[in-house]
Nanobody, 125 residues
């Protein structure tokens, strides 16, 4: 069983920065693929960034502003967010999976087996 606990969300002004953390526990094989998703009110959950196989992936909307990283010694996934915009306001979720099924995509929420409870990020003008 994998448990994911996000933290680091909060309220910030546009242009500011936040760093989200996701503390992971459980069998490491089950979380070889990890990602961050977000969901704004009335919108579908969308993939923000993912990391697996030594590579990172980003949604076009956050490229150059967000950085995903992980500290395997601390079993923690991070999302450094800079130059935050109003449209970044959402609940942010950490997700993990041992693998993707054939045709699975990092930005597809159905590719992940485990989810955290989410942490709210609110960006104001």
């Amino acid at each position: 069983q994998v448990q994911l606990v996000e933290s680091g969300g909060g309220s910030v002004q546009a242009g500011g920065s936040l760093r989200l953390s996701c503390a992971a526990s459980g069998y490491s094989y089950s979380r070889r693929y990890m990602g961050w998703f977000r969901q704004a009110p009335g919108k579908e959950r969308e993939g923000v960034a993912a990391i697996y196989g030594g590579l990172t992936y980003y949604a076009d909307s956050v490229k150059g502003r967000f950085t995903i990283s992980q500290d395997n010694a601390k079993n923690t996934l991070y999302l450094q967010m800079k130059s935050l915009k109003l449209e970044d306001t959402a609940m942010y979720y950490c997700a993990a999976s041992p693998a993707f099924s054939y045709g699975g995509r990092w930005y597809d929420s159905s590719s992940y087996n485990y989810w955290g409870q989410g942490t709210q990020v609110t960006v104001s003008s």
